[in-house]
């Protein structure tokens, strides 16, 4: 194929067998040629060229094709009596320039950093969050901020819109300020304004109307927050009450400990919250509680020792004994063989630590009751009422051990039993045995209900009753239908007297073969008893 003359007109053709493209000049055209790619042999025709499609001005529409000159600046002479002509304005270089990443890291960040402290504002401002004390100033002071930031941030990461951006940063900010006024949860300083000691600065209003000692102690103590929520509980009209318990000498690591067991056992709002003192010294606030000052002045017992008690300003003051906070190594607390075993388990239960105190359960329960059994079992059945307690089948289980004198044992969990099943909570068996082991017979009731929901669960446990459950088995045995008529027959086998034998006799009138069976053991073993 001859070399292209760079003044003829190339053409751009295809092999019609390959479908291989080249360039060949106009004067091969009509004559034969070859295939580099396939080497076959065709004529160039119009049949085997290329030819692109012609669109004509106006013909595509796109609002790119206006932003470029239709001739080059540069291309454009000078004409000696005449001036050029320009098909459009040059271009702004903002309109066509691509997003530099920069610009798109700046949007995000604004927009980023506005909803990050929009729910800080929200979320962070309850007692206790992260915001807790930040006054409403300061907190409209950090959102102002951060909406001129952000907006700032969007107008120079939207260049051709900034009068757009601005305005979206605009409401944005808005927004954003317009928080502080709707969530002022936690506003309050949590040192109440604090000055030397811990003391207050003289308040208005609060301070009028209380004696002088009583202002003094207020300003001593801060109960700044304790007013506020008492007013808020009268404003609502609610029946709850607000209590301040200053804890004194209280180690950081052991406030958290504190806060759960005060809410447990006083069934507290969770909004209850601390506020430092200084020197080791904490007020909490107890929120939403039904209990008296003295009520909860017995239950900060377990913390440390009452040091006084302030009916007029609703506080108690309590010196936290630390070291009760502090566990035994566990290498004593597990050698059942150590001479201290007992006693460092017996403390344990004592703690304000649940997790310590479902350990020492879940050790004694294995251990043969030697000392302290009265303590223990005392211990044992004080835990068991408490509603808080979530390991109750692991201290029947104990209690099944360490109870000495059936009677206390069984009835504590004979009334958990009850509330259980009034709650429709699942009831665990190591509380049955508890009652069984203890011969309790207001359980058979409870173990009725229970049995008939679960017959194969409940069938060993009521016949551990003995002759105490054949009254309401004989009561209920119409009813029994299938598996669970199967099983009163075996229970009544078990426990029945000579007031069973007529019932199982009619029964055995329309049974089957198996219940036939079932039905003849249980009345030879009801005759062998009544012949001993």
């Not at 294995?366 to 059994?373: A, L, S």
Request: with cysteine; hydrophobic share 40%.
């Amino acid at each position: 194929m001859p070399t292209l003359n760079p003044e003829d007109k190339p053409l751009l053709i295809r092999c019609p067998s390959c479908g291989q493209r080249f360039q060949v000049s106009e004067d091969l055209l009509g004559r034969m040629v070859e295939c580099g790619g396939c080497e076959s042999r065709f004529r160039i025709s119009d049949g085997v060229i290329v030819r692109g499609r012609r669109f004509y001005p106006g013909e595509r529409k796109s609002s790119t094709l206006h932003r470029y000159q239709r001739l080059p600046l540069a291309a454009v002479k000078g004409v000696s009596g005449a001036s050029g002509s320009l098909y459009a304005n040059a271009p702004a270089s903002e309109s066509i320039e691509p997003f530099s990443p920069l610009r798109v890291i700046a949007g995000l960040a604004g927009t980023v950093a506005m909803v990050f402290v929009a729910l800080l504002l929200m979320f962070g401002a309850n007692r206790g969050a992260i915001l807790d004390g930040m006054t409403t100033q300061n907190r409209l002071v950090m959102a102002g901020f951060t909406g001129f930031l952000g907006i700032v941030l969007l107008v120079f990461a939207n260049p051709r819109a900034r009068l757009r951006a601005f305005g979206i940063g605009f409401l944005l900010c808005t927004g954003l300020v317009s928080l502080p006024f709707y969530f002022t949860t936690g506003s309050i300083p949590l040192t109440g304004g604090v000055v030397e000691n811990g003391a207050l600065p003289p308040e208005g209003d609060p301070t009028e109307t209380v004696a002088v000692n009583d202002s003094d102690l207020r300003r001593l103590i801060g109960t700044r927050p304790l007013e506020v929520e008492i007013s808020r509980l009268a404003d609502e009209g609610s029946e709850d009450k607000a209590v301040g318990i200053w804890f004194r000498n209280l180690r950081e690591s052991n406030r958290y400990l504190v806060r759960d067991y005060i809410l447990r056992t006083t069934q507290a709002d969770p909004q209850s919250h601390f506020y430092p003192r200084g020197d080791g010294d904490f007020l909490m606030v107890v929120t939403g509680i039904q209990q008296s000052l003295g009520e909860v002045a017995k239950i900060a017992t377990s913390l440390g020792s009452i040091e006084q008690i302030y009916p007029a300003i609703d506080v108690v003051e309590v010196r936290v004994n630390n070291e009760s906070f502090v566990s035994s190594p566990v290498d004593q607390l597990s050698d059942k063989l150590d001479p201290k075993f007992y006693d460092l388990n017996k403390r344990e239960l004592e703690s304000i630590d649940l997790d310590r105190v479902s350990s020492a359960v879940k050790r004694l329960a294995g251990v043969e009751p030697k000392i302290y059994r009265i303590d223990i079992a005392r211990q044992l059945i004080s835990l068991l009422g408490q509603e808080w307690v979530v390991f109750k089948a692991d201290i029947c289980k104990a209690l099944a051990v360490w109870s000495e004198n059936p009677g206390p044992a069984g009835e504590a969990a004979l009334s958990e039993v009850r509330k259980m099943r009034i709650k429709g909570k699942e009831v665990p068996t190591e509380m049955i045995a508890l009652i069984v082991k203890e011969k309790i017979p207001e359980v058979v009731p409870e173990l009725d209900h229970l049995w008939r929901s679960n017959p194969t669960r409940w069938e060993s446990f009521y016949g551990d009753m003995g002759p105490a459950a054949e009254a309401t088995l004989v009561r209920g045995f119409r009813e029994t239908r299938g598996s669970q008529r199967q099983s009163a027959v075996r229970l009544l086998g078990q426990v029945g007297g000579p007031d069973s034998l007529p019932l199982l006799q009619a029964a055995a009138e329309s049974a089957d073969a198996e219940m036939s069976v079932l039905i003849s053991n249980a009345i030879e073993s009801i005759r062998k008893r009544a012949e001993l």
